[in-house]
Nanobody, 120 residues
Framework: QVTLVESGGGLVQPGGSLRLSCAAS????????TGWYRQAPGKQRELVAE???????NYADSVKTRFTISRDNGKNTVYLQMNSLKPEDTAVYYC??????????????WGQGTQVTVSS
């Protein structure tokens, strides 16, 4: 079993920045893929950014040039640096990770979500 814990959300003014963290805990974790998703009220959950074990990254068009996803393998943590935030970035942000724990057992886990509110 792998648990994901997100942190770093909050209230920020338009143009401001936040850094979200997604920390994975479990036994002998190997993470192949981590994605940040977001869901605004009344809207479907959407992929914001993703990173693979080979450091391939991909971003939604709406956040390209503003958001950066990165990973610290030693800490089993993935970050989402969000700059130039806009009111339309307001949403609950979720972390999703897939890989193996205990060396061979596959997992696909979601975090509990962290609220990001961009407002003046």
């Amino acid at each position: 079993q792998v648990t994901l814990v997100e942190s770093g959300g909050g209230l920020v003014q338009p143009g401001g920045s936040l850094r979200l963290s997604c920390a994975a805990s479990g036994r002998s974790i190997s993470i192949d893929f981590t994605g940040w998703y977001r869901q605004a009220p009344g809207k479907q959950r959407e992929l914001v950014a993703e990173i693979t074990s080979g450091n391939y990254t991909n971003y939604a068009d709406s956040v390209k040039t503003r958001f950066t996803i990165s990973r610290d393998n030693g800490k089993n943590t993935v970050y989402l640096q969000m700059n130039s935030l806009k009111p339309e970035d307001t949403a609950v942000y979720y972390c999703n990770a897939a890989g193996r724990h205990s060396r061979v057992v596959p997992f696909n886990s979601w975090g509990q979500g962290t609220q990001v509110t961009v407002s003046s």
